[in-house]
């Protein structure tokens, strides 16, 4: 294995290959933690560059290390700080190896076996000072969970937002990476690319061929870039504008007050519908995929605003068995 220079001048001393480091430790790729592993340094060098510029200033955390190959291309960019989030502990001899390698390199260097979905950012990073990077090449199994909790934290400004410069750089199978980053009147465009765009501006990357990784998954691997806005679009809290934005898109193909009508009770849907939509200046005509953000948000505003007047109408839910109806 090639040592590297770093930006600082420093250089990661020789280390075993990944592949070598998969072999000597037995590391089989375990199916329900969504292990796949990339072993080519040109791709995790261009992973992580899409994240942008990272400095000896920076603290990037990266979920799901497995066996260190982003690892390995994150810490040649030189951040102060290196968190790392692994469930699986199996990987505790790589991990220390890359640890020991790297500590002539002056970076503090942190490794937590855990759950990213239930990590406390707040216990673990409490001093804001500097700048995140949050970077993974995540398990299939939690990647859209992970970026709905994240969108939340973003909207809350907790976590790892409390800096509204926190960039998240994920990678997602092809298609839901082509879903978060889906224009208005794309074929993909669901709940999850108006949800992701309210909050931030998604950029994709690159596609990431499935035979580049061992195993090789069934699907092409999107890296995607998610940049937090400087003005959220929105003030409205994340549960309200997701329930919204779920109830629009759970109808795809019929028009667009079909799927918001299900928020409503039946006894007065249509007459109220109607008056919600003349007031957020929006046709209820129009299919879900052709709405802007802004327009999906004067919907939420709307039946925020229905509710001061009708608070028990937050309660409704048209799946309860009491409520079943043709629609
Ligand atoms: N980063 C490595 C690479 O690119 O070769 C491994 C990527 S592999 C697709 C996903 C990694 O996430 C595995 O190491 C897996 O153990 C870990 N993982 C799975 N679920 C996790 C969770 N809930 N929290 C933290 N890590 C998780």
Redesign the pocket.
């Known amino acids: 294995a090639s040592a590297r220079v770093l930006q600082s001048g420093m250089r990661l001393p020789p280390m075993p290959t990944?592949r070598e480091l998969v072999k000597l430790y037995r590391l089989q790729a375990?199916k329900q933690?969504?292990?796949?592993?990339?072993?080519d340094e040109r791709l995790?060098d261009k992973i992580v560059k899409s994240a942008g510029r990272i400095d000896s200033r920076d603290l990037v955390l990266?979920?799901?290390?497995?066996?260190?190959?982003?690892?390995r291309s994150i810490l040649r960019r030189h951040p102060q700080r290196l968190l790392l989030?692994?469930?699986?502990p199996r990987?505790g001899e790589t991990l220390q190896l890359l640890k020991e390698c790297a500590s002539p390199l002056n970076i503090q260097f942190d490794i937590h076996y855990?759950?990213?979905?239930r990590f406390n950012m707040e216990q673990h990073i409490p001093d804001t000072s500097q700048r995140i990077h949050l970077i993974?090449?995540?398990?299939?199994?939690?990647s859209t969970r992970l970026l709905i909790n994240w969108l939340e934290d973003l909207a809350g400004r907790r976590g790892a937002f409390r800096r509204i410069d926190t960039c998240m750089t994920l990678t997602f199978q092809q298609e839901v990476a082509e879903r978060i980053c889906a224009p208005v009147g794309g074929e993909q465009r669901c709940r999850l690319s108006v949800m992701s765009q309210v909050w931030t501006e998604p950029v994709m990357k690159f596609t990431i061929p499935g035979k580049a990784?061992v195993p090789k998954p069934q699907v092409d691997v999107g890296v995607v870039k998610l940049i937090p806005l400087k003005r959220p679009k929105t003030q409205l809290p994340f549960p309200l504008v997701e329930r919204v934005v779920r109830h629009i898109f759970s109808m795809r193909q019929k028009y667009c007050r079909r799927g918001f009508g299900t928020l409503l009770p039946p006894e007065d849907r249509e007459e109220v519908a109607q008056k919600l939509f003349q007031r957020a200046e929006v046709q209820d005509t129009m299919r879900p995929f052709e709405l802007t953000v802004e327009q999906c948000l004067r919907l939420a505003e709307v039946y925020s605003e229905h509710l001061v007047t009708r608070p028990e109408v937050a309660a409704y839910d048209y799946r309860a068995p009491k409520n079943v109806e043709v629609l």
């Open positions: 990944i375990r933690l969504s292990q796949n592993f990339l072993m995790t990266e979920v799901g290390p497995g066996p260190g190959g982003i690892t989030v692994e469930k699986d990987f855990d759950d990213i979905l993974g090449n995540l398990p299939f199994a939690i990784f």
